[in-house]
């Protein structure tokens, strides 16, 4: 099992849609989570990052599950340029300091 | 402007070369990190450094090397022993500070190719 899965997509939705994305991530003692969004061929940056109270910023809205290990993002009123792969991010525990792991990202394509 | 950069953009190798990919940072951040990208799957760790003159393995070393002689600079070179080495490469660096130090920064990225 992966450590941190996501549905790869892609999600095509027409602007103005709201997208909710899952993540799940397999170790119970992972510590810190995030969003991370990468345009094609470019490098990933960071979106958000998720609390356990669950943040919003402006039209996207992330929530932790610690429960059931699963991350979301939600994103209202979907705009063209919000096309571009998500990536889960989950920091690992123990070994390297800051070690991240990535999830393989899902696409999303947002339709006129 | 402080950022991560990497280069060159584009590298292609030929068979049984060595290849270094330059990372430079003037964030002043402490740990830098590679990772490999392959198309379908997340970043991998290369190397990573969380201080000068220190370094570690990450996931995947294997034909790989790095030098940590400079804060600013993480190069990684790409050895004849890794056999499929045709990726996107991305260098990234973190800051000590304890509120910032979980985010990553990326730089452009380097994609290499073997001729």
């Known amino acids: 099992r992966k450590e941190v899965e996501q549905d790869p997509g892609p999600f095509n939705v027409p602007e103005g849609a709201t997208v909710a994305f899952n993540c799940t991530y397999s170790?119970?003692?992972?510590?810190?989570f995030f969003w991370y969004r990468q345009d094609c061929r470019k490098e990933p940056k960071l979106l958000m990052s998720?609390?356990?109270s669950g943040n919003e910023d402006g039209r996207f809205t992330a929530q932790l599950n610690r429960a059931s290990q699963y991350i979301s993002l939600l994103i209202r009123d979907s705009k063209l340029s919000d096309s571009a792969t998500y990536l889960c991010?989950?920091?690992?525990?123990?070994?390297?300091?800051?070690?991240?792991?990535f999830g393989t990202g899902t696409l999303l394509a947002v339709q006129p | 402007d402080g950022g991560i950069t990497q280069s060159p953009k584009y590298l292609f190798r030929k068979e049984g070369q060595n290849v270094t990919l330059s990372c430079e940072q003037n964030?002043?951040?402490?740990?830098m990190y590679w990772y490999r990208q392959d198309p379908g799957q997340g970043l991998r760790l290369i190397y990573y450094s969380q201080i000068v003159n220190d370094f570690q393995k990450g996931d995947i070393a294997e034909g790989y090397s790095v030098s940590r002689e400079k804060k600013e600079s993480f190069p990684l070179t790409v050895t004849s022993a890794q056999k499929n080495p045709t990726a996107f490469y991305l260098c990234?660096?973190?800051?000590?500070?304890?509120?910032?130090?979980?985010?990553?920064?990326f730089g452009a990225g380097t994609r290499l190719s073997v001729l």
């Open positions: 964030l002043n951040h402490d740990a």
């Open positions: 998720v609390y356990s």
């Open positions: 991010v989950v920091r690992s525990y123990g070994g390297a300091t800051n070690k991240l792991i």
């Open positions: 990234a660096s973190t800051s000590g500070d304890i509120l910032a130090k979980n985010i990553q920064y």
């Open positions: 170790n119970s003692a992972s510590q810190s």
